[in-house]
C-alpha cells in the first residue's frame, strides 16, 4: 500500500512519537473532509469514499471497501470524520514506516477495529485480512498468534493484543537504534578515511618539496 505522490495526504505531516497529525494539520484534514461531503451530512458514503482512496493510493477496490466496512461500525453505510482521521493516520503511518509505533500508541483504537465481531476478541482470520494496512506479513501473523495467544483459542483478547504491541514496539526501536549505530560508525570510518587522505596527501607534499 502506498500514497500517490502529489496526493493532499502527501503533504500532511504525522508526529513520529505521538502518531497524530499537528493542529494546523487536522484543520486542513477537517476542510478537505468537508470538500468531500458532498451531500453536506457531515458523513462520507460508500462511494466517496472509493473515489477518495482511489485518488490517493493503490489500494485495490476491494481491499477499499473492506477498510469501509471496517470503519462503519455502527454499519449506516457511512463514516464521520473521526474514522476518516484515524483512516488518515494509519495511511501516514504506512507511508513513513511508522505503523509498530502507530498500533502501540493506539493499541486500543486499532483493536476496537479490528475486533469485526465486537466480542472483545480477535480472531486469526480477521487480523489476516486488514494486515495490509499495518505491514504485516503471513509469517509475522502466524508468530504474534504464537507467542501472544496464551488461551490457545486463535484469538487476541486486548491484554494479549497490548502485549504484542509493547513487545513490537520494542523490536521496532531496538532495530532503529542498531540501524543508528551502524550509520554513526559509517559516517565515522568515512570521516577517518577521509583525513587519512588528507594525510597522505600532505606527506606527498612534503616529499616532493624536500
Given amino acids: 500500500m502506498k500514497l500517490k505522490q ?6 500532511l505531516y504525522l508526529d513520529k512519537i505521538y502518531c497524530l497529525l499537528s493542529v494546523r494539520n487536522v ?28 485518488h490517493v493510493t493503490n489500494l485495490t477496490r476491494p481491499q477499499i471497501m473492506m477498510i469501509f466496512d471496517m470503519l462503519d461500525w455502527n454499519a449506516m453505510g457511512e463514516i464521520g470524520f473521526d474514522q476518516f482521521y484515524m483512516l488518515v493516520c494509519i495511511l501516514l503511518s504506512h507511508q513513513n514506516h511508522l505503523e509498530q509505533q502507530f498500533i502501540y500508541r493506539h493499541s486500543r483504537p486499532v483493536f476496537e477495529l479490528l475486533d469485526l465481531d465486537g466480542d472483545l476478541r480477535i ?5 489476516q485480512l486488514y494486515s495490509f494496512l499495518f505491514n504485516i506479513k503471513k509469517q509475522e501473523l502466524n508468530e504474534i498468534y504464537q507467542n501472544f495467544d496464551f488461551t490457545g ?11 504484542f504491541t509493547i513487545f ?43
Avoid at 32 to 52: E, S
Avoid at 123 to 127: A, G, Q, R, V
Avoid at 177 to 190: G, Q, T
Avoid at 193 to 204: A, G, I, P, R
Wanted: proline share 0%; net charge positive; with cysteine.
Fill in 6 to 11: 502529489g496526493s493532499f495526504l502527501w503533504y
Fill in 27 to 54: 484543520r486542513a484534514l477537517m476542510e478537505y473532509f468537508h470538500l468531500l461531503d458532498v451531500h453536506h451530512k457531515n458523513t462520507l458514503n460508500d462511494v466517496v469514499f472509493f473515489h477518495f482512496l482511489n
Fill in 123 to 127: 480472531d486469526l482470520e480477521n487480523f
Fill in 153 to 163: 483459542d486463535h484469538r487476541l483478547n486486548y491484554k494479549e493484543f497490548k502485549l
Fill in 168 to 210: 513490537n514496539v520494542d523490536k521496532y526501536q531496538k532495530r532503529q537504534k542498531a540501524e543508528k549505530e551502524k550509520e554513526e560508525k559509517f559516517l565515522l570510518k568515512s570521516k577517518v578515511s577521509q583525513q587519512s587522505d588528507v594525510f597522505t596527501k600532505k606527506e606527498h607534499c612534503l616529499e616532493k618539496k624536500i
